[in-house]
T-cell receptor, first 115, second 110 residues
Framework: DSGVTQTPKHLITATGQRVTLRCSPR?????VYWYQQSLDQGLQFLIQ???????AKGNILERFSAQQFPDLHSELNLSSLELGDSALYFC??????????????FGPGTRLTVL | GQNIDQPTEMTATEGAIVQINCTYQ??????LFWYQQHAGEAPTFLSY????GLEEKGRFSSFLSRSKGYSYLLLKELQMKDSASYLC???????????FGAGTRLAVHP
């Protein structure tokens, strides 16, 4: 158990819908990262927040947005869902801002299925 | 930019040694991570190399050559539970994010 929690574990929805994925980082961690893992694409970095502020962005679609709240939990919002958005979405957390020598702890993931 | 190259699949026998290679090109270097991921589960941290050379941690060791853009993960005394994907990740883009390679899927056979 990494100490990072994600809800829900599974989510099934229809195209065009909007969903919110939630992540609670390990106690004391200020950085939260979101990743998408599709069957054919591997683990893709989406976005990072540090202490409430967005600090790094990957190939995140405009239909996706995220935020980190004062209690440090984070939410990833996915809208106008398409079949191709079906994937495992992981949240990770770490203590520091920078990646160097700063191990990321991953949550168990949310499996999103878009029908 | 960043290109990361790892073999897609490898097979090995229980008790043997296997070496998983990773080559990369990165514009912003600050060390390289290896993560292990069992199918359908979260990645877990294995190692971090920031200096050249070999870092040993029990059955797992990781090597880095910064000048050659090359790293490898060495797994000794293989066990069935080592069957997993192994992801290489050099930091990039101002050191705030990890870019993972596609991973190497290792199958350990009895």
């Amino acid at each position: 158990d990494s100490g990072v929690t994600q809800t829900p574990k599974h989510l099934i929805t229809a195209t065009g819908q909007r969903v919110t994925l939630r992540c609670s980082p390990r106690s004391g961690d200020l950085s939260v990262y979101w990743y998408q893992q599709s069957l054919d694409q591997g683990l893709q970095f989406l976005i990072q927040y540090y202490n409430g502020e967005e600090r790094a962005k990957g190939n995140i679609l405009e239909r996706f947005s995220a935020q980190q709240f004062p209690d440090l939990h984070s939410e990833l919002n996915l809208s106008s869902l398409e079949l191709g958005d079906s994937a495992l979405y992981f949240c990770a957390s770490s203590v520091a801002l920078l990646v160097g020598d700063n191990e990321q702890f991953f949550g168990p993931g949310t499996r999103l299925t878009v029908l | 930019g960043q290109n990361i190259d790892q073999p897609t699949e490898m097979t090995a026998t229980e008790g043997a040694i296997v070496q998983i290679n990773c080559t990369y090109q990165t514009s912003g270097f600050n060390g390289l991570f290896w993560y292990q991921q069992h199918a359908g589960e979260a990645p877990t941290f294995l190692s971090y190399n920031v200096l050249d050379g070999l870092e040993e941690k029990g059955r797992f060791s990781s090597f880095l050559s910064r000048s050659k853009g090359y790293s490898y993960l060495l797994l000794k005394e293989l066990q069935m539970k080592d069957s997993a994907s192994y992801l290489c990740a050099p930091p990039s883009g101002g050191y705030n994010k990890l870019i993972f390679g596609a991973g190497t899927r290792l199958a350990v056979h009895p």
